[in-house]
């Protein structure tokens, strides 16, 4: 990792930026909520009883044992209930309460964004753990309850519910590619904070920014698989490189 002091002038210049270009458009992974104590996913904590997280974020997974996945995501919702909001997701709310024009892509299911103030101009594109959907009538639920070790039963219809993730394979829901794809036609600065680049589309994001226009910026602790779609790249904490960007003199 770079250390702060000798990346400074290089964050200056995005500072700069970011305060001449017009609008930012901000794409957050794991990454930008580890200093919050959430676990990233390709790190040390993308175990849960030996089992590869990832496997069971999918719709076969859930098919095939369902009581088993909602226990992780029941397991992963305890966890982040015990966490804040760092000073990062607290910048960027601060940032879009001053700029209408500032928005927040996040690839995050915590609600941390939301739990800093960013309840607008915010898209959660891999959903909520704090929302759950019916597998039969599609009824969407807020659920913050931590107490249900097996899926419950959808208040309407009786079908079983299930945490309203968007899991390896599956489609978006519905608007969210067309809103983020006008996001990325609209140039000024992209900041890329805390992804790895291995889960597509979020991946090709930078690149499409890059290629209408925009100034793109990794603010990350490694480089990413997509780091060669990046004008700057920014090696420290996104807790500690987000305030510096966005404070105001
Ligand atoms: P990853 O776990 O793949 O990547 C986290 C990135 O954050 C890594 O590149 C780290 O170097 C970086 N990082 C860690 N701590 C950081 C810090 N304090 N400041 C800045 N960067 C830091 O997570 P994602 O890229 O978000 O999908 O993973 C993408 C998707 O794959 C997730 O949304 C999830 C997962 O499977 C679903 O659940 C559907």
Redesign the pocket.
Do not use: D, K, Y
């Given at each position: 990792m770079v250390n702060s002091s000798t990346a400074r002038p290089e964050w200056d210049v995005v500072r700069e930026l970011i305060r001449g270009r017009g609008p930012l458009t901000v794409l957050?992974?794991?990454?930008?909520s580890?200093?919050s104590g959430v676990p990233?996913?390709?790190?040390a904590g993308?175990l849960w009883r030996e089992r590869d997280?990832?496997s069971l974020?999918t719709p076969e997974a859930f098919r095939e044992d369902p009581r088993l996945v909602w226990e992780f995501y029941q397991y992963r919702r305890r966890e982040v209930a015990t966490c804040a909001p760092n000073d990062?997701h607290l910048a960027l709310a601060r940032h879009q309460s001053r700029h209408a024009d500032t928005w927040i892509i996040t690839?995050?299911?915590d609600g941390l964004n939301r739990a800093a103030g960013s309840t607008e101009r915010l898209i959660e594109m891999?959903?909520s753990l704090w929302w759950t959907r019916c597998t039969s009538c599609g009824l969407r639920v807020y659920n913050d309850d931590l107490g249900f070790d097996t899926p419950p039963r959808c208040s309407a219809c009786c079908g079983m519910v299930r945490p309203d993730?968007?899991?390896?394979g599956e489609g978006f829901h519905e608007g969210v590619i067309e809103s983020i794809v006008a996001l990325l036609a609209r140039g000024g600065t992209m900041l890329i904070?805390?992804?790895?680049?291995?889960?597509y589309p979020?991946?090709g994001f930078a690149a499409a920014a890059r290629a209408q226009g925009a100034v793109t910026v990794e603010?990350?602790?490694?480089a990413?698989f997509i780091a060669d779609d990046m004008d700057y790249v920014l090696r420290?904490?996104?807790?500690?490189?987000l305030p510096y960007l966005l404070t105001e003199p």
């Open positions: 957050t992974g794991a990454g930008a580890a200093e990233t996913f390709r790190g993308g997280v990832m974020a990062g690839q995050n299911v891999h959903g993730i968007v899991w390896f904070v805390g992804t790895s680049g291995a889960v979020a991946a603010i990350n602790l490694e990413s420290a904490p996104s807790g500690e490189v």
